[in-house]
Each structure stands twice: as C-alpha cells, then as structure tokens.
C-alpha cells in the first residue's frame, strides 16, 4: 500500500493572478493533475478550496488555495484535516502533506525541497506554520528567479506579474519533472515526528 499525498498549491485567488509568477504552485498543481490523470480541480466546501481527486493513480490528491497568499494557512489545514478523516486508519499514520510554492531565489526551472524550518520571510509559509503550529512539513518551492533589481516594488510587481510563454514552458519541461522525482523520493522519508495530524 503507498503513502497517500495531499499536494497542496499557494497564491492568490481570481483570474487576475493565473499564470503570475507567485502563482507558480497553482500552475503546478494544474500540471501534475494532467500528469497523473487526476480528475478536473473543482470546489469543495468540506476541502475549502479547489480538489483534484484522483482517479487513475490513488496516490495524489492536489488541492489549490482560493486565499490570498499571505492568509492560506487556514484553508491549507482545512484541506488536510478533510484529507486525512477520507483515510483508513493506517493510511492516516503515513500521509504526506506536500505544500507548493514560488521561490524567488532559485532561478526558473529549479526546485528547492525542505522537510521543515523556518518560511525564509515566505508569507504563505509563515500562515501555514502559524495555523498547524509546526513547521515540521514537507514544501517544495518552484524557482521563478530574483530580477536584479533589489527595490522593494520592483521585485513585488517582478513577482506578481504574468510568466511569459518561455517561463511556463520551462515550468512544464523542466519544473515538472522534477517535481514529480521529489514526489517520489518525499513517498521514502521517514514520518516526521511533528507532522501536522488531527
């Protein structure tokens, strides 16, 4: 029997930030749906957010925030105390919460995996280790690269604009896959003794 994943993606919701560079978890989590075969991302109050359950492969659920990014927390612990009550017993000890996030100091194309510490000033994270109370979870964050620039609005409308066809390309050709090898190897990590449980 596998270990059963929550896949959980941060950003910010409405049509306005599809495809922005912050969003980079929500453009993943819509590629690894078409990868896996993953039924279409709909919502779910019990989920209080946008599921993909699945359907071919057992392993993954992905699940999207429809918070803003600095506030997800709530609704990332929402979805996983749903997540794991839909569990047999035993697949409860073993699940893999996953969270999914942009990281602005690896460059496109990279992905930076930590099984715990600290949010490294990410506000999605600091939200989400404030709502379960640990920071012993699995995230891998998606490089979307830093421009030069260091001026403070700069790097924000760096960060909240729109990727371009060539950086989505990258995500899906490079990102994805390596996602998906890091999906694997997390499936071998030994139960983090702080994990986030009922």
């Known amino acids: 029997m596998g270990r059963k994943f929550l896949v959980c993606s941060i ?22 749906r078409e990868a896996f075969g993953s ?9 209080g957010g946008n599921v ?7 392993t993954y659920t992905f699940w999207q925030s429809r918070s803003f990014m600095n506030i997800s927390g ?10 794991l009550l839909g569990l047999e017993p035993e697949e409860r000890k073993e699940a893999i919460l996953v969270v999914l996030h942009d990281e602005l100091d690896v460059v496109l194309g990279k992905v930076k995996v930590k099984k ?11 939200s989400i280790i404030q709502a379960f109370g640990t920071k ?42 390596l996602v ?3 999906l694997k190897k997390i499936a071998e990590f030994p139960q983090l003794p702080g994990s986030p449980k009922l």
């Open 52 to 58: 993909s359950l699945p359907l071919l492969d057992q």
């Open 136 to 177: 012993e979870f699995c995230r891998i964050g998606l490089g979307i690269g830093r421009p030069e620039t260091k001026d403070p609005a700069l790097v924000s409308r760096y960060v909240l604009g729109k990727m371009g066809p060539q950086e989505l390309k990258v995500l899906e050709k490079k990102s994805l896959p």
């Open 11 to 32: 950003g910010n919701p409405g049509a306005a930030y599809t495809n922005t560079r912050h969003n980079a978890g929500h453009t993943m989590t819509d590629l690894l």
């Open 74 to 83: 709530k609704g990332v612990k929402i979805a996983w105390d749903s997540f």
């Open 180 to 182: 998906i090898e890091e």
């Open 116 to 126: 715990t510490g600290s949010a490294g000033g990410h506000n999605g994270l600091i």
């Open 39 to 47: 039924g279409q991302f709909s919502r779910d109050k019990s989920y």
